[in-house]
């Protein structure tokens, strides 16, 4: 059974800090995505890692993944107020429905 | 495109009730998902469809049911309902095309007593 653990569960930091959230999962796979939630919203999607090595970038979020390690982390730049949210990590389980196996999630909170 | 579209946006049922939670795409994704999101938690897997017709369980099926007679709608029933599906209701949709993305609709919050 594919398990996903993401910590911090939840972070409080300065803007202006860098951080580090951390995903790992418990068995191969091949799809590795990273949402983010605000208060009373919808889940948005941010990056699809897919191969080991993975790497993207977007504004001051940037995802790697390290498939050997079965680990993937989402680092923050300088953060910024905007940022706060809740951020998951989800994984591609095997078969061929493009099931999803959710983390608890991240709770961002960025501090003036 | 409106994307994915759920009713209604919240909901207040008394133990015992059923009610059926809409949701709808319009981006001819085959794969539909239902998923549950309860306070402080990640989403957890309900039902899902990988085409008309075809429907499977995913992780926490128990007091839920689906169809899917068309490729844009994939409506969740509630038969009996009971305090502990007090939840957020997620309804998702994919292609099988590279990425995979899931697209997520708003959301139902449904509220048991």
């Known amino acids: 059974e594919l398990k996903v653990e993401q910590n911090p569960l939840f972070l409080s930091m300065q803007e202006g800090k860098n951080y580090t959230i951390y995903c790992n999962y418990s068995t191969t796979s091949d799809r590795l995505y990273w949402y983010r939630q605000d208060p009373g919203k919808s889940l948005e999607s941010l990056f699809v890692l897919l191969s080991n090595g993975a790497v993207k970038q977007e504004g001051r979020l940037m995802a790697s993944l390290d498939t050997k390690a079965r680990l993937s982390t989402l680092h923050i730049t300088a953060a910024v107020h905007d940022l706060s949210a809740t951020y998951f990590c989800a994984v591609k389980g095997d078969g061929t429905a493009s099931k999803l196996t959710f983390g608890t999630g991240t709770r961002l909170q960025v501090t003036l | ?113």
């Open chain 2, 1 to 113: 495109n409106a994307g994915v579209t759920q009713t209604p946006k919240f909901r207040i049922l008394k133990i015992g009730q059923s009610m059926t939670l809409q949701c709808t795409q319009d981006m001819n994704h085959n794969y539909m998902y239902w998923y549950r999101q309860d306070p402080g938690m990640g989403l957890k897997l309900i039902y899902y469809s990988v085409g008309a017709g075809i429907t499977d369980k995913g992780e926490v099926p128990n007091g839920y049911n689906v169809s899917r007679s068309t490729t844009e709608d994939f409506p969740l029933r509630l038969e009996l309902a009971a305090p502990s599906q007090t939840s957020v209701y997620f309804c998702a949709s994919t292609q099988l095309i590279f990425q995979e993305t899931q697209y997520f609709g708003p959301g139902t919050r449904l509220l048991v007593l």
